[in-house]
């Protein structure tokens, strides 16, 4: 009887240890999904994101209310110039290697010949890339002020503001060029091909419109 007893207590015993062992790995699951995504909301480089937004705002803000800062229009131009020069060579240079893990530049080989470099690091091999908010604001920051640009180009052509129209274009110039930088080093990271890829063109991005999609 004593035999029996016991084996009865085992059989009673285990399911209920099966069950609170099955309960703790539903738990630790949940505790993980909650910090991935608390990971992913997190910014890790504030200052670089700062940066990234704050020259290219200055600029439109600056664009503006010109009239109130000054009245001399080589002023504003001079200023305006600044400011996107300074968050063109941030841009290409320092955001986009920190918040996504992209840089993109221009070299001469041995032959003479210049060659325009796209490269893409690998998500498993960057560490010290930013997380998917970073991520955002840098393609918001990337996409939205050029087309903020654009409109100011029809409001200046069709108020035939000629020398304004002057500055538009080359703030439009600056900005799109880093734009498309980074959609080539994008693509090169989606397609899985080498940082060379002289064969690439524009016509690439219009075949490929999740790309510029897949960000937002």
């Known amino acids: 009887m004593l035999q029996a007893d016991s084996l009865r207590l085992c059989f009673v015993v285990a399911p209920q240890t099966m069950a609170d062992d099955t309960e703790d790995v539903q738990l630790d699951f ?31 803000v600056a664009y503006l209310l010109c009239d109130w800062i000054s009245e001399s229009f080589s002023s504003c ?58 991520a955002r604001i840098f393609w918001l920051g990337l996409i939205i002020c050029p087309l903020i640009w654009t409109l100011f180009f029809f409001i200046s052509l069709f108020s035939l503001k000629i020398k304004w129209l002057s500055l538009v274009v080359a703030s439009i110039s600056l900005q799109v060029a880093n734009l498309y930088g980074y959609l080539r080093c994008k693509a090169v990271g989606e397609d899985g091909q080498p940082a060379d890829i002289r064969s690439f063109s524009g016509q690439h991005l219009l075949q490929r419109p999740d790309i510029i999609f897949g960000i937002l």
Not at 48 to 53: A, C, E, K, P
């Open 77 to 134: 131009f001079v200023l305006i110039l600044t400011l996107l020069s300074f968050d063109f060579w941030s841009v290409k240079n320092v955001t986009g290697r920190l918040l996504v893990g992209l840089r993109w530049w221009n070299q001469i080989d041995e032959d003479g010949k210049s060659l325009w470099v796209f490269e893409a690091k690998k998500a498993s091999l960057g560490k010290d890339i930013g997380t998917e908010a970073e």
């Open 30 to 60: 949940a505790a993980d999904e909650q910090e991935s995504a608390r990971r992913s909301a997190v910014i890790r480089h504030p200052l670089v994101s700062f940066f990234h937004l704050f020259f290219r705002v200055v600029a439109i």
